[in-house]
């Protein structure tokens, strides 16, 4: 079993940063490839970035290349968000995911989910 608790959501104006925090336990939690999924109001949910369990791969949405960064610290068993030039249709509730890498990428979710960390962007 993987337990996932997100944080670093909260309001930030268009243009802004935030940073979101995934930490995760259990035993084999490194071993997992990690996910960022968002679902906004109304819509499906969908995904974000991912990376590989080491870290040598990562995978991004081309709604937010070049703004967001996703990386991982094995150590701490964390996985962060880095998001920039934020924009109000970002707004949504962001979900940490552990899984499998392939399945990110091929438009499935993972198989341990956090309990999500709402993102707000004003105009």
């Known amino acids: 079993q993987v337990q996932l608790v997100e944080s670093g959501g909260g309001l930030v104006q268009a243009g802004g940063s935030l940073r979101l925090d995934c930490a995760a336990s259990g035993r084999t939690a490194s071993n997992y490839a990690m996910g960022w999924f968002r679902q906004a109001p109304g819509k499906e949910r969908e995904i974000v970035a991912a990376?590989?369990?080491?870290?040598?791969?990562?995978y991004y949405a081309d709604s937010v290349k070049g703004r967001f960064t996703i990386s991982r610290d094995n150590g701490k068993k964390s996985v962060f968000l880095q998001m920039n030039s934020l924009k109000p249709e970002d707004t949504a509730v962001y979900y940490c995911?552990?899984?499998?890498?392939?399945?990110?990428?091929?438009?499935?979710?993972?198989?341990?989910w956090g309990q999500g960390t709402q993102v707000t962007v004003s105009s």
């Open positions: 990376i590989s369990w080491s870290g040598g791969s990562s």
């Open positions: 995911a552990a899984g499998r890498y392939s399945d990110y990428v091929s438009g499935h979710g993972g198989d341990y």
